[in-house]
C-alpha cells in the first residue's frame, strides 16, 4: 500500500534516483531543472521507439523529436536510417528547425545528432513554412517524470505541451498523431495523475526495458491557451508573434 | 512630478513611459558610463548632484544604483563614493558590438553573459594561428571551451595533436583528446563540448601533470586588450585554470598564448586586473596582433608587477 505523494515529492525522490544512472549535460552539469537528462540505457529507448508503426509506415511519416538529451541516440539513428525530423531549439528560443539527413555527411552523424551539431545542418522553419508540411504521425520527448495515466510533471513539460499545442493551432496533429514519452524507469510512476488543460497526454512510455502504452484516444485536440502566456518564458518567443500573426490574418 | 519631468526629459528619460523611473535612471546611468561620460578612474558625482541630473528623489536613484551594483557594473565602496567597474564595462560595451557577428550556443542562445560565442570569420582568425610556428611545434595544446574555437580544436585534432580543453564552468574538470588515437570520424563531434568527453578522458586538476609540458594556451574571449589582457565572461575561469597549471609546473611565463576573436572584441585601453594569463598574440578576423611588444613598450609597470 502506497500513499500518494505530491508532485513535489516525487520530483525529489526521481531526480535522487536519476542521478544515479544520468548523464551530465555539457553546459549545466547535473542542474536537472535546466535540462532533460540523458541516462544508462536511452540507446534500449530509441530502438524500441524505431519499432513503433509511426516510424516504419513510410507512408506518412512526419517526426518531430524535442532537443531533449535522451534524445540523442534517437536522433542518430534517424539520421543514419535517412529520417528526416523537426525539432526546436533548446528553449525553443529559435523556433522549430528541420534536419535533413541526405544534407550530412556520412562521418557527421553523430555530430549533427547533439545540440552542438544540430545548428550546422538543420534549416530553420518559419510556422509559414511548417504549414505546407505533412501533418506529424510521431511526436517524441523526454521528460522529468510521467504517471500511469500518461501526464508528464516535474520540471520540463512545459516547453513540450506548448509545441505540441503551437503544432496543433496548425494543423499539423490529429486523432492519429503519436506521443511517446522518453524516460528511465526511475521516471515513470506508477499511479493515475490528474491532467491540467494544457498538458498533453502520452500515447507511449517508454524506458529502457519497457513499453508501455497507453489510450489516449479521448485526447483532446491541442491548443495555445492564450490568457496563459503572459509572464511566461514563451510570452517572448518569435513563433509566438508569427502564430499571433497567422491566426489574426485568418491564415489558419 | 513637474521638476522631475523636466530634468529626466534632458537626459531622454520619460515620466509618462511604461517603464518605472527609477530603471529609466538605470539605463541612463548605464549609457553615460558605456560611453564614458562617466569615467571609470573618479568617482561617480555625489548623489546631490545625480538627483539634480536625473530630477529623481533619492530614494529612486539609490534603487537605481544598488540596481547596477548588483549587476556588477558599478561598485559602492565605503567613505569613497561609488566607481565604475571597467572590466564589466568594457565587456558591456563589446557585447552590444559583439551581437551582430556572434553565433548563437546549442543551450545560451545570444545569452553573452553565459558563453564565449563563435562569430562570423572566425575561421579566418584560425587559419592565421594555423600558420604561426608555435602551432606548428606544438604537440600539447591548452584549448579553452570557448565556442569560437571549437573549429582550432578540430583542426589540432587533426593534425594529430593533443589537447586538454577544460569543461564549461570546470565542473568536471579537464578532458584530455589525443588526435593521433581518434579516428577521423569522431574527431568533429571530439572537438565540441556535447561530444568531447565521449571520446576524453577526464583529469582532475591533480591529473594535470600526467600531460607533460604544455606547449600553446589558445583561447577565446569576451574581449580583449591590445596590453595582452584576457576578459572573460565573468567568472574568470582563465584565469583560474591558468594559476592550477602553473602551480602544477605544466605552464609558465615563457607558454605561448594566443586569443582568437573578432575585430570588435579589441580594446584599446589597459585594463587594471590581476596579471594572470598574459595573451602574446591576438588573432582576429582580419589580423595578427603580436601585444608582446605593446606591453615591453607601454606599460612597464606591469613588468614590475610579474
Redesign the interface.
Known amino acids: 500500500m502506497s500513499m500518494a505523494l505530491t508532485t513535489e515529492q516525487y520530483r525529489e525522490q526521481i531526480w535522487a534516483e536519476l542521478a544515479k544512472v544520468a548523464r ?7 542542474d536537472f531543472s535546466s ?1 532533460i537528462c540523458d541516462f544508462e540505457g536511452s540507446e534500449k529507448c530509441s530502438d524500441q521507439l524505431l519499432e513503433l508503426a509511426a516510424i516504419t509506415d513510410r507512408g506518412r511519416r512526419q517526426i518531430f523529436v524535442t532537443p531533449d538529451n535522451c534524445l540523442e541516440d534517437l536522433r542518430y539513428k534517424l539520421i543514419q536510417r535517412g529520417i528526416p525530423f523537426v525539432m526546436t ?3 525553443i ?2 523556433g522549430f528547425y528541420r534536419l535533413d539527413p541526405a544534407m550530412i555527411p ?3 552523424h ?2 549533427a545528432a ?6 550546422r545542418y538543420a534549416k530553420q522553419l518559419s510556422l509559414r513554412q511548417l504549414q505546407e508540411t505533412e501533418k506529424f504521425s510521431l511526436l517524441v520527448t523526454g521528460g522529468s517524470a510521467v504517471s500511469k495515466n500518461g501526464v508528464r510533471f516535474g520540471k520540463g513539460h512545459g516547453y513540450f505541451d506548448f509545441e505540441w499545442a503551437v503544432l496543433s493551432e496548425l494543423g499539423l496533429t490529429d486523432s492519429s498523431s503519436v506521443v511517446a514519452d522518453v524516460v528511465h524507469d526511475c521516471q515513470f510512476v506508477n499511479e493515475v495523475m490528474p491532467a491540467e488543460k494544457h498538458d498533453v497526454v502520452v500515447d507511449w512510455v517508454i524506458t529502457p526495458t519497457q513499453k508501455i502504452h497507453i489510450d489516449q484516444s479521448s485526447r483532446q485536440h491541442g491548443r495555445v491557451f492564450w490568457e496563459m502566456v503572459p509572464g511566461t518564458e514563451f510570452a517572448g518567443l518569435s513563433i509566438v508573434a508569427e502564430l499571433r500573426d497567422i491566426q489574426n490574418l485568418g491564415l489558419l | 512630478m513637474g521638476k522631475e519631468s523636466k530634468a529626466v526629459a534632458a537626459l531622454g528619460v520619460d515620466v509618462l513611459a511604461d517603464a518605472p523611473l527609477y530603471e529609466q535612471v538605470r539605463d541612463s546611468l548605464t549609457r553615460l558610463v558605456l560611453e564614458r561620460t562617466l569615467s571609470d578612474s573618479t568617482p561617480l558625482p555625489t548623489e546631490p548632484n545625480l538627483m539634480d541630473l536625473f530630477g529623481v528623489s533619492r530614494g529612486t536613484l539609490r534603487r537605481a544604483i544598488e540596481d547596477l551594483v548588483r549587476d556588477g557594473l558599478l561598485s559602492a565602496e565605503q567613505g569613497r563614493g561609488t566607481f565604475v567597474i571597467q572590466e564589466e564595462r568594457v565587456r558591456r560595451v563589446v557585447w552590444q558590438r559583439l551581437s551582430e557577428v556572434a ?7 545570444m545569452d553573452l553573459r ?2 564565449v560565442p563563435d562569430f562570423a570569420g572566425s575561421t579566418a582568425a584560425h587559419k592565421r594561428v594555423a600558420k604561426r610556428s608555435e602551432w606548428a611545434q606544438a604537440q600539447v595544446i591548452f584549448c579553452a571551451p570557448d565556442n569560437s574555437i ?1 573549429l582550432l580544436r578540430l583542426a589540432a585534432l587533426i593534425a594529430g595533436k593533443k589537447i586538454l580543453v577544460p ?3 570546470l ?2 574538470g579537464f578532458i584530455f583528446l589525443d588526435g593521433s588515437k581518434l579516428a ?3 574527431k ?2 571530439a572537438a ?4 568531447m ?1 565521449k571520446f576524453g578522458s577526464r583529469l582532475g586538476p591533480g591529473d594535470l601533470r600526467k600531460v607533460g609540458k604544455i606547449d600553446l594556451v589558445i583561447t577565446g574571449a569576451t574581449a580583449v586588450t591590445l596590453d595582452g589582457r584576457h576578459i572573460g565572461g565573468g567568472q574568470r575561469y582563465l584565469a583560474l585554470e591558468w594559476l592550477m597549471m602553473r602551480e602544477l609546473g605544466v605552464v609558465d611565463r615563457s607558454t605561448p598564448v594566443i586569443a582568437i576573436v573578432h575585430d570588435c572584441q579589441v580594446v584599446d585601453e589597459m585594463v587594471e586586473a590581476e596579471p594572470d594569463c598574459l595573451l602574446g598574440i591576438i588573432c582576429t578576423n582580419t589580423q595578427e596582433i603580436d601585444v608582446r611588444v605593446a606591453r615591453e613598450i607601454s606599460v612597464p609597470q606591469l613588468r614590475r608587477v610579474q
Open positions: 551530465p549535460d555539457s553546459r549545466f552539469h547535473w535540462f531549439t533548446y528553449g528560443v529559435r556520412v562521418g557527421d553523430r555530430y547533439t545540440l552542438d551539431g544540430f545548428d | 553565433k548563437p550556443d546549442s543551450r545560451f542562445d553565459n558563453f571549437e569543461t564549461y564552468g565542473s568536471r577521423a570520424s569522431d568533429q563531434l565540441t563540448l556535447d561530444g568527453e
